[in-house]
């Protein structure tokens, strides 16, 4: 009964008498969340990150298995198989550098243990220009000295150069995605582990670069899992900090990967909060567009990126891991979040 609710199409139209506790009258405006897909729960398929394709399907990696599924972005849009990454047990970060050019994460991550391998990590090159008919995979760089890389930004373009944090380590990489050439570029109290984390423990994860007008300074915004932050730090071209390394946000549960809009609003996962919240830029009010913590709906909130469409780029897409191994799993699922009259993008 509960599941068949949950996949059904979620309407948390938060006028409707229907709805839902979980969410505080005055964020009852106008929040539309819909389920683009979701996971059979008891196949154990956990979702962590995702990206947009130019012309709007989304892809999804899995850290349950090390496998990435294209979905595409209607309800009910059906999941397409694209590659399993053999030799290793979970992904993580997914970013877009040239148009359909795909880079991943993997690792050897236990989703059961939360323990890592160190140097089991490498980044794959994902080819998507040929999906679905054929989809070339070439590994970019293995990293010895790492071990869990997770969320990654794209840096320059041109220069092929991505940002890669190491959720573990605490610090951020550059690398070259045409060189392979990687180096440790950003490490300061904000993105390490706060003092006295236990060996399992995630700090900084998400990561993005920020520049809000074209002769703004230019930053690094990271999340902090342990320490429950959004911090930032202001970067040169090159992509090593100029400055010293500020909190954003605080006092957040268990911050994941997030997004921001061209206003300087955060969107961000709480993964054990259970919520995908939005940060206001000017006074840091917090507004939460769905879930809760004591609630199994959006279990583990993991990601969110804009659509690309011009129908969908105001929206957000957004990941949960389901509740991996957890009673109450509701299976790894996308969810497509439209804002209504809380201004997005
Ligand atoms: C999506 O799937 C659910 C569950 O099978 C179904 O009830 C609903 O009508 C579908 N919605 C659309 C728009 O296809
Ligand atoms: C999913 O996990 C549960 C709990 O560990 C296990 O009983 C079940 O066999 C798993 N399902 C699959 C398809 O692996
Ligand atoms: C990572 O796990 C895979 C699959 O179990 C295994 O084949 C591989 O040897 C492991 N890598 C390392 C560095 O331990
Ligand atoms: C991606 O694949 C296309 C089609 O096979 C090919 O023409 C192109 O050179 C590839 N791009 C890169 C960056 O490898
Ligand atoms: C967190 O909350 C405490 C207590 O309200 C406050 O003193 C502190 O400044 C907050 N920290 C941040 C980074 O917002």
Redesign the pocket.
């Known amino acids: 009964m509960r599941l068949?609710f949950l996949?059904?199409?979620l309407l948390s139209i938060l006028t409707s008498s229907l709805c839902d506790e979980h969410v505080t009258r005055n964020e009852k405006r106008s929040v539309v969340v819909e389920?683009i897909h979701r996971f059979v729960p008891n196949l154990n398929i956990s979702l962590e990150n995702l990206a947009i394709r130019q012309t709007g399907e989304i892809i999804v990696t899995f850290d349950s298995e090390p496998t990435i599924y294209q979905i595409e972005p209607e309800?009910?849009g059906t999941g397409t198989f694209i590659y399993t990454f053999e030799g290793y047990t979970d992904l993580h970060g997914i970013v877009e550098v040239q148009p359909d050019q795909f880079y991943v994460t993997a690792g050897n991550l236990s989703l059961v243990t939360h323990i890592d391998v160190l140097g089991s990590c490498s980044v794959f090159h994902v080819n998507m220009t040929r999906f679905p008919d054929y989809v070339e995979v070439n590994k970019v760089a293995d990293f010895p000295n790492s071990r869990i890389l997770n969320g990654m930004a794209l840096l320059s373009k041109e220069e092929g150069s991505v940002y890669i944090a190491d959720s573990r380590v605490g610090i951020v990489n550059i690398l070259n995605v045409n060189t392979g050439e990687n180096f440790v570029a950003i490490n300061n109290w904000l993105t390490n582990q706060p003092p006295g984390a236990s060996e399992i423990s995630n700090c900084v994860h998400g990561v993005h670069v920020v520049q809000l007008t074209p002769n703004s300074q230019k930053y690094l915004y990271f999340s902090n899992y342990a320490q429950g932050i959004i911090g930032r730090v202001p970067i040169h071209d090159s992509g090593l900090a100029s400055g010293a390394a500020e909190v954003v946000a605080g006092n957040l549960t268990t911050p994941e990967d997030f997004i921001l809009d061209t206003k300087g609003n955060i969107f961000l996962a709480l993964f054990q909060a259970n919520q995908f919240i939005r940060i206001d830029a000017h006074t840091h009010e917090i507004t939460v567009l769905a879930g809760s913590p004591d609630s199994s709906e959006y279990k583990w909130a993991a990601a969110v990126e804009f659509g690309r469409r011009e129908s969908d780029k105001d929206s957000l897409y957004a990941t949960i891991n389901g509740g991996y191994l957890e009673s109450d799993n509701v299976g790894g699922a996308l969810f497509r979040i439209r804002g209504g009259d809380i201004a997005m993008n």
């Open positions: 068949n996949s059904a199409l389920t309800v009910n």
